[in-house]
């Protein structure tokens, strides 16, 4: 009987030294901060909190992933944490990869934003995010105590926040990573959490209150918008079937037709003696031909006028269709297609097919002869089905193709881009030289490697999803490292500190800045209210906003609007922040 005795108090004991193990166990895992499952850990909990919130809305409007800042504020806080290195590491290469893929997708548009006119649109963009400045260091002035040297740099913090802007904190973090020794660094990332959620509210307030000071009414503003749409042809393509009975044009090619009109036009068919063939720029035209011509919507009646009428030719009729002639899509997934222009292709002369329109992300564009191609780009093909396949097998047509990621692009451009970041620029009566840093050097080298890495063999197609993807996990990263390291004296800065003066001064920043220009644009340019939208949601780099324009308006207006000064404004957020901290904050 005392030997079962023993041996159950033995089995108690065991089971409670095992529940004890186990129980130590889970407490090491939440508490050893060195261990890379808890970091993991610590990421994952934070990251898959702050999505799930973020997409809470209300009034329609939600924070997105910046939720995941204000998690990580919460952790901090608690002390579910991580060393601080290791917090620095991921905060900062999360910066890296999110302003590196931000860079490549505006990088193609870059350049282009600043025709036509977009050259007005960024000088208003401009000229706000200079108001947003000169209004926060009124607010500096006015509310804070310019003795304390923390004072200016959380001021930089509240300015990021109120505009939404994350690249530019993180930015400013790093300039003042630069000043500040180790360990009294200023958390801004407080002055950040307390104005965005009223900066996202007020960014698409302030633009309804200049609607209402400008008395504008969406129904004209999407009637102006339908009649300019008709009136911009220049880029879309147009079919015509028209019969040569210009007189002059008998015996003449049709290169020379193209050289007497001065108008860049694709003639994929011809009829002659009842005969369909693909013509060549060297394809003899005579009285009664009929072609089928894509041009530019805007250069249609000249063409017309010029040529003879439009005739009503069936092309798919098999009666006149001796060779066969098919249309297909062909996709470009070889990279050694990038930077070439149509007219050296030579797929009339050479391989018996033209080339009417393309599609690149989802704009259906002429093909003119100066067309540069890219990786990804679509091209309608027209001609007998052979010849048609040896120039898909030339252009790649491989959907394969276009979903393997080009890694060694983007760590080559990042490489790069770090270097450059680092590469010191002396000014005169600044005491630390001025550095681009690991913000603004890859975003530059990407808007390049975007725009021209072509002319390098850089392959620089990424999916629509590949980017997004990459970018958002570089941003969550970043917001929950930011969020962690100020968590810790986020109490004492905000409830106990200045937070009240936060949300009132970024308040300001958002509204006056916004009001101002958009009242402005409207009264002295005329710019249709729809592209105002646009162009102060690109300004202040905010999606909520531009969903919220979109989701009032008919057209792509606030899209454009928004493309249009996205990149300049965001190059511009990301200098301003380190140029304040390096020029004031030493």
């Not at 977009?118 to 108001?131: D, E, M, P, Y």
């Not at 918008?225 to 009975?245: F, G, N, T």
Request: charged share 15%; net charge positive.
């Amino acid at each position: 009987m005392s030997k079962n005795v023993c041996c159950l108090d033995i089995l108690i004991t065991f089971a409670k030294v095992n529940r004890l193990y186990e129980m130590y166990w889970l407490r090491n895992l939440l508490v050893s901060t060195d261990s890379v499952a808890h970091i993991a850990l610590l990421y994952s909990i934070v990251i898959a909190i702050g999505v799930y919130l973020g997409k809470i809305k209300v009034a329609g409007i939600s924070l997105g992933v910046t939720f995941v800042l204000f998690v990580g504020i919460l952790a901090g806080h608690i002390g579910f944490t991580a060393p601080t290195n290791i917090l620095t590491f991921i905060q900062d290469f999360g910066l890296i990869l999110f302003v590196f893929m931000i860079g490549m997708q505006v990088g193609p548009g870059f350049f282009e934003s600043f025709k036509k006119g977009g050259v007005t649109l960024n000088i208003l963009a401009s000229v706000t995010i200079l108001l947003n400045v000169l209004v926060m260091f009124g607010c500096y002035f006015a509310f804070f105590d310019t003795s304390n040297p923390n004072n200016l740099p959380m001021m930089v913090g509240t300015l990021y926040g109120a505009v939404t802007n994350t690249p530019g904190l993180g930015a400013a973090n790093e300039a003042l990573a630069s000043i500040f020794p180790e360990g009294r660094m200023p958390q801004i990332a407080s002055g950040y959490a307390c104005a965005y959620p009223l900066g996202v509210l007020g960014i698409i307030g302030a633009t309804i209150a200049v609607r209402y000071f400008c008395r504008v009414k969406l129904d004209e503003e999407n009637s102006q918008l339908q009649r300019e749409e008709e009136e911009d042809s220049s880029a879309k393509p147009h079919m015509i079937s028209i019969k040569v009975s210009n007189a002059y044009l008998s015996g003449k090619t049709l290169r020379q037709v193209r050289n007497f009109l001065n108008r860049d036009f694709a003639c994929s068919r011809i009829l002659h003696d009842g005969k369909v063939s693909i013509p060549t720029p060297d394809t003899v035209l005579t009285v009664g031909d009929e072609l089928f011509i894509v041009c530019a919507e805007i250069d249609t009646e000249a063409i017309i006028a010029f040529i003879g009428p439009e005739s009503d030719t069936e092309w798919d009729n098999n009666k006149y269709d001796t060779l066969h002639l098919v249309s297909k899509r062909i996709v470009i997934t070889k990279s050694s297609m990038n930077g070439k222009t149509l007219g050296k292709m030579h797929f009339s002369s050479v391989y018996g097919v033209n080339v009417t329109r393309i599609n690149r992300q989802g704009m259906n564009l002429f093909a003119s002869r100066n067309f540069r191609l890219q990786v990804g780009d679509k091209l309608m093909v027209v001609g007998p089905e052979e010849n048609i396949n040896r120039v898909a097998a030339i252009m790649g047509n491989s959907a394969k193709g276009l979903n393997a990621p080009n890694i060694a692009t983007i760590f080559i451009g990042i490489m790069v881009g770090i270097i450059f970041g680092s590469f010191p620029i002396t000014i005169q009566g600044m005491p630390v030289p001025l550095k681009l840093g690991i913000a603004g050097g890859p975003l530059i080298i990407a808007i390049l490697i975007g725009k021209f890495g072509h002319r390098v063999k850089l392959v620089t197609y990424t999916t629509t999803s590949a980017n997004m993807m990459m970018r958002e996990i570089g941003l969550v990263l970043f917001l929950a490292s930011v969020g962690i390291k100020a968590g810790a004296h986020f109490w004492q800065t905000v409830a106990q500190g200045d937070g009240v003066k936060y949300v009132i001064t970024g308040f300001l920043i958002t509204v006056i800045p916004i009001l101002l220009v958009g009242i402005f644009a409207k009264m002295k340019y005329k710019f249709n209210y729809f592209t105002i939208m646009g162009l102060l949601a690109g300004t202040y780099t905010d999606p909520p906003a531009l969903a919220y324009a979109n989701s009032v308006c008919s057209k792509d207006a606030p899209a454009v609007g928004y493309s249009t000064v996205y990149p300049l404004s965001m190059f511009l957020r990301i200098f301003v922040a380190q140029t304040i901290i390096l020029l004031c904050c030493v």
